[in-house]
């Protein structure tokens, strides 16, 4: 029987949290999580083979992407330049308050017009001082009587296909792709909604790893490893790993992933005790906590044996309240480390042997996360296991 005070606490749980927390709690007290009906093996081929890293490119990579969450680029005129996968942009909040993703590259001869963060009304090109507004037109010639054959109206950055939606900002990479975030999201645009809240950008962090980056997503959708890799880390203290639950949301889906303070009496305490680590297709995840959580997005490399991650620490609270930036600010170095620190390590020697082509891959039963996301991309490449 519930209390007034219980249900009270239970108000201020995300309300996927509070959906979750008793099949996370039954799971728990059975010593079972979500297994699928059999192991999975991906051919070797999948992580080193350049034929097949080209096809993800253009099929599993040809799908909206996440950039990042809306908060990147806050107020008018706040800009971040970055990668997508391979292609160098600038995401920008124009002066009418639309977020953009503009290809970082002079429309006279390519050298790119941004780099870092800020905020910014005009981009000039270092080379020959060609101007853009942050809205990408094309705001600054000189010397325009050298190119009075060109409409200067059509010289703008070229714009990606982009739209905010569910608190994240999402792109194509190519100009001409057609963005349709109802289609792609499907159940899971109702399901990131109903969170109810905002997340800040707390710190960002950008890996360069030895290894696939589909090596890389792995590691971050199963708990199987949690007492090998994270053992001494809040990572691996925080949570009772290897046992989760497994929902599909379409082509993405969630884990449910029990907290250690869930504990194993017959019913679980009041509160904030399962973290639900989101995949959204085809390529980042989303690992939600307490305090906020991490987004990750895997990016291939210029080789099938290369990879980059950009990690992203995210507030649930404000970062302008009282205390919320410094807590933060020490907050994300430790769980920067772990990732860097003790993912990376192993991730770097996964890459390795699997470099050597001598070996498949094997994904366990109780590694659904793994299974459901590689399903989903060896669809995109015709290949069926």
């Not at 194509?172 to 499907?186: E, F, I, K, S, T």
Request: aromatic content about 8%; glycine content about 10%.
């Amino acid at each position: 029987m519930t209390t007034q005070a219980d249900d009270a606490i239970d108000a201020t749980v995300p309300a996927p949290v509070r959906e979750l927390t008793a099949r996370v709690h039954a799971a728990v007290l059975a010593g079972q999580g979500h297994l699928e009906p059999s192991t999975l093996t991906i051919p070797n081929a999948n992580y080193t083979d350049p034929g097949i890293a080209a096809r993800e490119l253009e099929t599993s990579f040809a799908q909206p992407l996440v950039v990042g969450p809306s908060s990147m680029v806050k107020e008018p005129g706040d800009y971040v330049a970055l990668t997508l996968v391979d292609v160098p942009v600038i995401v920008v909040r124009g002066d009418d308050g639309r977020a953009r993703v503009l290809v970082n590259a002079c429309r006279h001869r390519g050298a790119q017009v941004a780099e870092g963060e800020g905020c910014a009304r005009r981009f000039t090109c270092p080379y020959h001082a060609w101007s853009y507004d942050n809205g990408g037109a094309l705001a600054g010639m000189p010397g325009r009587e050298g190119f009075s054959d060109q409409d200067q109206a059509t010289l703008g950055l070229v714009e990606l296909p982009s739209g905010e939606r569910a608190g994240f900002l999402w792109a194509m990479r190519d100009p001409n792709g057609v963005l349709d975030l109802d289609a792609h999201l499907g159940p899971l645009e109702a399901e990131l909604e109903s969170w109810g809240f905002h997340y800040d950008l707390g710190a960002v962090m950008e890996l360069e790893l030895g290894s696939n980056w589909k090596c890389a997503l792995e590691a971050f959708q199963e708990t199987y490893h949690f007492p090998y890799v994270h053992r001494d880390s809040i990572v691996g203290q925080g949570t009772i790993s290897n046992i989760s639950t497994l929902d599909r949301f379409g082509r993405h889906h969630r884990l449910g992933v029990p907290l250690a303070s869930i504990g194993t009496d017959p019913e679980p305490p009041p509160g904030e005790h399962v973290s639900c680590i989101y995949y959204f297709y085809p390529c980042t995840v989303l690992a939600t906590s307490p305090i906020g959580g991490e987004l990750l997005q895997f990016w291939p490399g210029p080789t099938p044996g290369s990879s980059r991650v950009r990690h992203s620490v995210l507030a649930r609270e404000r970062l302008d309240e009282p205390g919320v930036r410094e807590f933060y600010d020490d907050y994300a170095p430790l769980i920067q480390a772990v990732v860097r620190d003790e993912d990376g390590v192993v991730l770097e020697s996964s890459g390795i042997g699997l470099a050597t082509g001598t070996s498949d891959a094997i994904l366990g039963r109780n590694e659904a996360g793994c299974q459901a996301a590689h399903r989903q991309i060896l669809a995109d490449i015709g290949q069926e296991i």
